[in-house]
């Protein structure tokens, strides 16, 4: 038996996605900058895309910017946004459990002269509209928080810090802009971009059953942006190079899906995810959650089982045919504790000793109750060693 | 993904010599600072010969700090202290036929281990 809980990682492609992008490759080949039929054929079809797409976040077309992924989307929106502007006094604010594209992108703008400031989140795992306030200044220019953490799944309100980003910059000169890394939060969570209030917000199409290697950066129109890349004329010269058609095409189709079935998924994610929480906990002891479950998505099931190492339990679950993650430090090339976890404040122990559970769609109770069959056996198993 | 062999693969999944031993007559702990593991050595000494007659370990540690702990207890025993003290990292490195190299650490954490609890036993003594 093979279970995919590791969809916070990456989705499998969603058949009716795939069968969308196929004749993209080798019928419907033409680069959309070419004049000639098949350049009109490729052309019309991402402009097909961008229009779906822009109806979904609730946005004009020529606000959606395709890329890479959400590494480019967040990287392009944060250091693009910053080139503008000269003065190395300005300053930014970004969330402390941010993805490390943000984090290292913020870190990198620093080095550059400017200032940053990391807005703690409580134990919740969610960050404070109070804090944050107080820790605006006259220099702040850009304000980045991600909608849904990618390791605990927490949702940052989004739409309040937005509201509250609406009002300061009524009574300002200079405008503080609001991004958004909603990576993980498409297919669970409104992305209407005029309801959150952002000037900017990532997505990503492997995150929602799309292919990989593509991804959006919504930019509120009239907001300046220096490109990192440089090159032709795609995507308003802000990201040149050759439209990646089949990619553009899936993102579009798997977006229309994950919008289309968002409650039923969510629904349907919900349902196993407690069965698999109230399994776990009716057959494992000293089972801690880590990160607030009600402010959470349907499918994300982070957890510390004490005296268990995170790495030896995702591997020994691998090898019974089950795929999750782990925050534990073993994992991790540099040999550090997940930044995410540590920032709740439970201690190394707890980071440690965590793994990360992301149901999917396509999950069956029969799986989950496969998972609850094995997942004891291995905690007592591993405790053992450990003398726990 | 971290690249184990086969070998290191079934050190972790049937650990040998897991767990304490009562009335141990040397006990050694370590702990990697770096990434939060921990482990102790149990040893059983023939207070004569000095041969170590019985090895045991308790790991909260990840994949390759089982298999290395794994390995150790079963090449130090029947060892005295002396011969047993010749074993190197690199050796059970090499015994488990290679580690990732990020991994090589959880190695010399259970020679850590093992030297601290010949320096309990010497202090016994």
């Known amino acids: 038996m093979r279970i995919y809980l590791d969809n916070s990682a990456t989705t499998k492609v969603d058949l009716r996605v795939l069968k969308k992008m196929l004749p993209y490759f080798s019928e419907k080949y033409g680069n959309p900058s070419s004049i000639h039929f098949l350049g009109e054929e490729s052309n019309n079809a991402i402009k097909q895309a961008r229009n779906e797409i822009a109806k979904i976040l609730n946005c004009l077309s020529e606000e959606i910017i395709f890329t890479s992924g959400a590494t480019e989307s967040n990287n392009l929106a944060l250091r693009g ?176 899906i994950a919008e289309k079935d968002r409650e039923k998924n969510v629904k349907k994610i919900f349902v196993l995810r407690e069965q698999l929480k109230y399994g776990i906990f009716k057959k494992i002891s000293k089972v801690e959650i880590n990160g607030s479950i009600k402010e959470r998505v349907a499918h994300n099931l982070n957890l510390s089982f004490k005296g268990v190492e995170g790495e030896a339990l995702t591997l020994r679950l691998s090898l019974n045919g089950i795929a999750i993650s782990t925050g534990s430090a073993c994992s991790q090339k540099t040999l550090e504790p997940s930044h995410v976890l540590m920032a709740l404040g439970k201690g190394e122990e707890n980071a440690h000793s965590s793994v990360r559970f992301s149901l999917g769609k396509f999950n069956t109770k029969r799986e989950i109750k496969y998972v609850l069959k094995i997942l004891p056996k291995i905690v007592k198993d591993l405790r053992k060693i450990s003398g726990f | 993904m971290i690249d184990y062999n086969k070998k290191v693969i079934k050190y972790f999944t049937h650990p040998k010599n897991v767990g304490e031993i009562k009335n141990a007559d040397a006990i050694g702990e370590a702990g990697n600072f770096v990434c939060g593991d921990k482990l102790t050595i149990y040893l059983k000494i023939n207070s004569k010969t000095k041969k170590i007659t019985n ?15 794994s390995i150790l207890t079963e090449m130090i025993k029947g060892k005295t202290i002396e011969e047993a003290k010749k074993i190197s990292h690199k050796k059970i490195t090499k015994e488990l036929g290679g580690l990732p190299s990020q991994k090589i650490h959880c190695s010399i954490l259970a020679i850590d281990a093992f030297k601290k609890a010949i320096e309990n036993y010497s202090v016994k003594q």
């Open chain 2, 55 to 69: 090895a045991k370990f308790l790991s909260y540690g990840c994949v390759s700090n089982i298999a290395t702990s």
């Open chain 1, 81 to 256: 946004a910053m080139k503008i502007i000269q003065d190395k006094n300005r300053h930014l604010i970004v969330s402390n459990i941010e993805h490390s594209c943000v984090l290292n992108t913020v870190k990198y703008l620093e080095k550059q002269g400017f200032q940053a400031s990391y807005l703690p989140v409580n134990q919740n795992g969610i960050i404070g509209i109070e804090n944050l306030k107080k820790i605006i200044t006259e220099q702040t220019v850009l304000i980045s928080i991600m909608y849904v953490n990618n390791e605990i799944g927490t949702i940052q309100p989004i739409e309040k810090i937005g509201k509250l980003i609406k009002k300061i910059n009524q009574t300002r000169k200079n405008k503080i802009l609001f991004h958004v890394d909603a990576v993980q939060a498409l297919g669970y969570l409104s992305c209407d971009v005029k309801k959150l209030g952002v000037d900017f917000l990532s997505l990503s199409g492997h995150k929602f059953y799309g292919p990989k290697g593509i991804g959006i950066l919504y930019r509120k129109k009239g907001i300046f942006l220096k490109p990192l890349m440089f090159g032709g004329e795609q995507e308003q010269k802000l990201r040149p190079g050759t439209h990646n058609v089949p990619g553009i095409i899936g993102l579009a189709e798997a977006m229309k």
